[in-house]
């Protein structure tokens, strides 16, 4: 009930593409879901995040859509560039805490130039 | 900058023995969570602590203990380190709940 489960594991886009990542999470008590960005040798910082009251977010060329029924989300990430190369996390987590935040087992993405 | 701060960067220790990692929250945040990232394993849950009492355990082994001081300041004591233990370990501190946490940049500990 605790799982979040993240895929695909590895990612190769091109320049200019589409990237998209897709998280599952089993407890419904889960009310926030947050995607964090990791560069190697720094820790994982916050990118973007939805709270199941909507169906989409969009800040930039970063994108979640939620499922709620399917308990589903997932990251797009548009126009994908070198410089978005990095380990993408989903996570669950309950805002007001008191709740382990939960985070899938992250994305490897590289963009080709 | 996220203004989390995680002390030593690197730790190469032998098995055996016993260290300490120390994460010094963002200024006025009460919660301090701490992370393990291994590389089979993702980003696992060790504990949390707000404002000096445990407040939520993750998977964290009966050697791995941690505590909040009266500053706010965490540490991570980990005893009869085992090979396996070798990881990536992060603390991130928030306010209150998850949606403001920021991550600090980790300590790399290698056990040799």
């Known amino acids: 009930q605790q799982q979040v489960k993240q895929s695909p594991q590895s990612l190769i886009v091109q320049k200019g593409g589409i990237s998209i990542i897709n998280c599952a999470y089993e407890?419904?008590?889960?009310?926030?879901f947050p995607w964090y960005q990791q560069f190697p040798g720094k820790g994982p910082a916050l990118l973007i995040a939805i709270r199941p009251d909507v169906s989409e977010k969009k800040e930039g060329r970063f994108t979640i859509s939620f499922n709620k029924s399917a308990k589903q989300f997932s990251l797009h990430i548009m126009d994908s560039q070198p410089g978005d190369s990095a380990t993408y996390f989903c996570?669950?987590?309950?805002?007001?805490?008191?709740?382990?935040?939960?985070f899938g087992a992250g994305t490897r993405l590289f963009v080709k130039a | 900058d996220s203004g989390v701060t995680q002390t030593p960067k690197h730790l190469i220790t032998a098995t055996g023995q016993r260290v300490t990692l120390r994460c010094s929250p963002r200024s006025g945040d009460l919660s301090v969570y701490w992370y393990q990232q291994s590389l089979d394993q993702g980003l696992q849950f060790l504990i949390q602590y707000y404002n000096g009492e445990e407040r939520a355990k993750g998977n964290i082994l009966e050697r791995f203990s941690a505590q909040q001081f009266p500053d706010l300041h965490s540490e991570l004591n980990l005893s009869s380190l085992e090979l396996g233990d070798s990881a990536l370990y992060f603390c991130a501190s928030s306010a209150q709940g998850w949606t403001e946490a920021f991550f600090g940049q980790g300590t790399r500990l290698t056990v040799v």
């Open positions: 996570a669950a987590s309950k805002e007001t805490g008191g709740f382990k935040t939960i």
């Open positions: 407890n419904t008590a889960f009310d926030y």
